[in-house]
């Protein structure tokens, strides 16, 4: 069955420093990926999604990239955090009965 | 302009007694709906979803209902229990893919 590895679960990170928060999916091939944010009091914002290698699709105009260098490996990245850049980060893919099976999150606090 | 809509951030409800979460979409296109609960610092998991040639699916305490000329859905919880309070998301998609998230209603079970 699919599993998906989110990491880290918790970081903090100083305004202006780099980010790079990774997911990988097992158990599946080929799988559609997502990236979605949950900000203080809000629900879930679907920043980029990736059918396949190298292709990305974003969502929101932001200060954030997403990269897919292998077919199960989604990288969500920043060269210069924002204080607004906080939030519940969490990876997705597509599951035949869940539509949606999510990743445990990444709580990023950016001070 | 939120496509999802779901007008109430909290709900509290007594033991045993139903809980009904409320859910509005905007556009039309959407065919597919899905609701998640989500507990603190975890990633969402899947309850139950919905497609539009239906307007009644059951699992468990679960049910959701979908009006489609109101373009509305429901989730019961019967009976509820005090494990159910959670951040309940209700989500939408055309074909199945690029879900639009609402933003939440937490729901609080007292004992």
């Known amino acids: 069955s699919q599993t998906i590895h989110q990491w880290p679960a918790t970081l903090v990170q100083p305004v202006g420093s780099p980010l790079s928060l990774e997911c990988t999916v097992e158990?599946?091939?080929?799988?559609?990926l997502y990236w979605y944010r949950q900000a203080a009091g809000r629900g879930l914002q679907l920043l980029f999604y990736?059918?396949?290698?190298?292709?990305i699709s974003s969502e929101v105009p932001q200060n954030l990239s997403a990269s897919r260098p292998q077919d199960r490996q989604f990288i969500l990245s920043s060269k210069k955090l924002l204080l607004s850049d906080s939030g519940f980060y969490l990876c997705?893919?597509?599951?035949?009965?869940?539509?949606?099976?999510f990743g445990s999150g990444t709580q990023l606090s950016v001070l | 302009d939120q496509q999802v809509k779901q007008n109430s951030p909290s709900l509290s409800v007594q033991e045993g007694r139903i809980s009904i979460l409320n859910c509005d979409y905007t556009?039309?296109?959407?065919?597919?709906f899905l609701w998640y609960k989500k507990y603190p610092a975890e990633g969402p998991t899947f309850l139950i979803s919905?497609?539009?040639?239906?307007d009644k699916n059951e699992d468990g305490r679960f049910t959701v209902f979908l009006n489609k000329s109101a373009k509305h859905l429901s989730l019961h919880i019967v009976p509820s229990q005090p494990g159910d309070s959670a951040v309940y998301f209700c989500?939408?998609?055309?074909?199945?893919?690029?879900?639009?998230f609402g933003p939440g209603t937490r729901l609080s079970v007292l004992p």
């Open positions: 989500a939408a998609s055309p074909y199945g893919q690029n879900f639009v």
């Open positions: 990736s059918v396949g290698i190298g292709q």
């Open positions: 158990g599946t091939s080929n799988p559609n």
């Open positions: 556009n039309s296109m959407f065919d597919y």
């Open positions: 919905i497609s539009s040639i239906k």
């Open positions: 997705a893919t597509d599951r035949a009965l869940e539509k949606l099976f």
